[in-house]
C-alpha cells in the first residue's frame, strides 16, 4: 500500500514540468484568443464608425445636389447619376420627406429624379416578401407620378392584405375617376383599415 502510493507520488512529482508546461500554454492560448475577439470588437466598431460617416457625408452631398435640383439650379440627371446601385434605398428614403412636402413644379422636378429608381420598385413588387412588396408600393405611391399608377393597379391584387391597403391609398391619390370602380371593388380586401381613411382616400381620388 505505501509502496503503490509511494510510487504514484514519484511519478507525479516526475510528470509536473510537462503538467505546468500544458497549463502555461493552454493559458497563452486562452490569452491570445480573447486578445484575437478584443481585437475582433474594436476593429468591428470603428469599421461601423467609418461606414456611419461616409453615410452622413454621402447623404449630406445628396440633399445639397437634391435642393439645388428643386431650385431648378441643377438637372436632375446630374443627381441620378451620382447614386450608386448599392446606395439606392439610402437616396430613396432621402427623397420621402420632400416627396410629401412639395407641390406645383417641384413635384415634376422631384418625380423626374425617382423615375430612374421605378423599374427597380416595380420589380420589388414581385418579391416574394409581403413587407418588400409593400414597401416598395408606399414608395411608388410617394415618388411615382400618374404613370405609375398602373403599378399599383396591379399591386391591388397583392395576397397581401397590408399590400393591396397602402395600393389602395395611394392608387386614389395617382389614379384618376376611372379607378374607383377597381378600389371599390377592393374594399372587401380591407375591413381592418378605418373606413374614415378609406372614405377620405376615396374623396381625394385623382385630386
Keep these: 500500500m505505501s509502496t503503490s502510493l509511494f510510487s504514484q507520488i514519484e511519478r507525479l512529482s516526475t510528470d509536473t514540468p510537462e503538467l505546468l508546461l500544458i497549463l502555461i500554454l493552454a493559458s497563452a492560448g486562452l490569452a491570445v484568443l480573447a486578445l484575437g475577439f478584443g481585437l475582433v470588437a474594436v476593429g468591428s466598431h470603428l469599421w461601423h464608425r467609418i461606414k456611419e460617416r461616409q453615410r452622413a457625408a454621402r447623404t449630406e452631398a445628396w440633399r445639397t445636389q437634391l435642393l439645388e435640383v428643386l431650385a431648378g439650379e441643377r438637372p436632375p440627371r446630374s443627381l441620378v447619376d451620382s447614386v450608386s446601385t448599392t446606395h439606392r434605398d439610402d437616396f430613396l428614403q432621402l427623397l420621402l420627406p420632400y416627396a410629401t412636402t412639395v407641390r406645383g413644379p417641384v413635384t415634376e422636378r422631384m418625380q423626374a429624379i425617382a423615375r430612374s429608381f421605378m423599374p427597380r420598385l416595380r420589380r420589388k413588387l414581385r418579391s416574394r416578401w409581403p ?3 409593400a414597401q416598395a408600393a408606399q414608395w411608388i405611391g410617394l415618388l411615382g407620378g400618374p404613370e405609375q399608377a398602373s403599378a399599383l ?3 391591388l ?6 399590400v393591396v391597403e397602402i395600393a389602395f391609398r395611394r392608387l386614389a391619390q395617382l389614379g384618376g375617376p376611372a379607378d374607383t370602380e377597381r378600389l371599390l371593388a377592393r374594399l372587401d380586401r380591407l375591413s381592418h383599415v378605418d373606413r374614415r ?8 381620388l385623382g385630386d
Design 157 to 162: 391584387d397583392d395576397p397581401s392584405d397590408r
Design 153 to 155: 393597379r396591379d399591386a
Design 131 to 133: 413587407l418588400v412588396r
Design 197 to 204: 381613411r378609406i372614405s377620405s382616400a376615396l374623396v381625394a
